[in-house]
């Protein structure tokens, strides 16, 4: 079988599943595992944005949107050489991915039309709902099934670990710093998981955008920083964006030496099965006392200072 994945998180599964040596396309933004890196561009953006500053970022999502162009391009010669059986792809969000009515757009042009599956997760079960969706439409059920059993036992043990705290503490995380974004879809699960309590964020339920006030009335006992996309090095890149801001020195968190920078685009941004190395690290962010031992450097790092300014 020939596949091509239209979303990092489709391609962890894909190879999760065993079925790397199958996969012929992939996005642009398919980096793990580091296999994937060589595999054949399907997915370009339409615009660059490693230059760009968060503002910037969301000023251009915004107008390309306004103007009804996806900000992702298919290459349809790619496409046609890729020659998948099926194709991975997602209705969640836009700005994910390629919008789902442009892949059935490109479809068309195919001389052969492939299965398109599309993958819509809302919460964590429906990643591992996914995956199993992957086995299906591969013949690896086999696989997917043990796969999904792995992971939940994982997920189960923390919870259970996390029963056992004195507190649940409020623990915001923010998926954007400029404009700040609250958690949506599975991340407040994963808090919850982990043995804290978001207070922005909705289950289930799309980002939205919040304004600094209800950051602050919210008064978070611990802070995480999880722009979708970054990493944690570019994410403290922008730390200034937040220590400008009235109140930061107010914050229980910031009291605290509680403000954490995390990988984002790892584990808590994709919906694929590294959200729950992501659930892991909140553990081990929130009750440290239950979930002990290091955290890798590129998965988080606390914020140890506090500019005031962008020294950049």
Not at 45 to 65: K, M, N, T, W, Y
Not at 269 to 281: C, K, M, Q, Y
């Amino acid at each position: 079988m020939r596949i091509v994945s239209l979303l990092p998180s489709a391609t962890e599964i894909v190879y999760l599943l065993g079925l790397g040596d199958h996969l012929t396309g992939v996005s642009h933004e398919c980096d793990y595992p580091r296999a994937a890196l060589g595999k054949r561009k399907i997915i370009a953006p339409a615009f660059e944005s490693s230059g760009l500053s968060s503002q910037e970022i969301d000023g251009s999502v915004r107008a390309f949107l306004g103007r009804g162009e996806g900000i992702y391009r298919i290459d349809l010669e790619a496409l046609r050489a890729a020659d998948p059986d099926l194709i991975v792809t997602q209705e969640l969000c836009d700005v994910c991915a390629a919008p789902y009515q442009d892949v059935l757009e490109a479809v068309t042009h195919l001389s052969r039309k492939p299965e398109v599956l599309s993958l819509n997760p809302q919460r964590l079960g429906d990643v591992l709902q996914d995956v199993e969706r992957v086995g299906e439409a591969t013949g690896r059920l086999r696989e997917a099934a043990q796969a999904v059993a792995s992971l939940t036992e994982r997920i189960d043990r923390v919870e259970k670990r996390a029963a056992n705290a004195k507190t649940r503490p409020p623990v915001a995380c923010l998926e954007w710093l400029d404009p700040i974004m609250a958690s949506g879809h599975w991340v407040p699960e994963m808090v919850a998981l982990a043995g804290g309590r978001e207070p922005l964020g909705k289950v289930g339920e799309p980002s939205e955008r919040v304004q600094w006030e209800r950051v602050l009335s919210a008064e978070p006992e611990i802070l995480i920083l999880m722009p979708c996309g970054f990493s944690v090095d570019r994410t403290l890149d922008e730390i200034h964006l937040l220590t400008n801001r009235p109140g930061w020195e107010g914050l229980p968190a910031v009291r605290r030496g509680k403000v954490f920078a995390v990988n984002g685009h790892a584990y808590f941004s994709r919906s694929g099965p590294r959200l729950v190395d992501g659930t892991e690290i909140l553990a081990h962010l929130v009750h440290s006392e239950l979930f002990p031992g290091p955290i890798p450097a590129e998965a988080a790092k606390t914020v140890h200072r506090w500019p005031t300014t962008d020294n950049r």
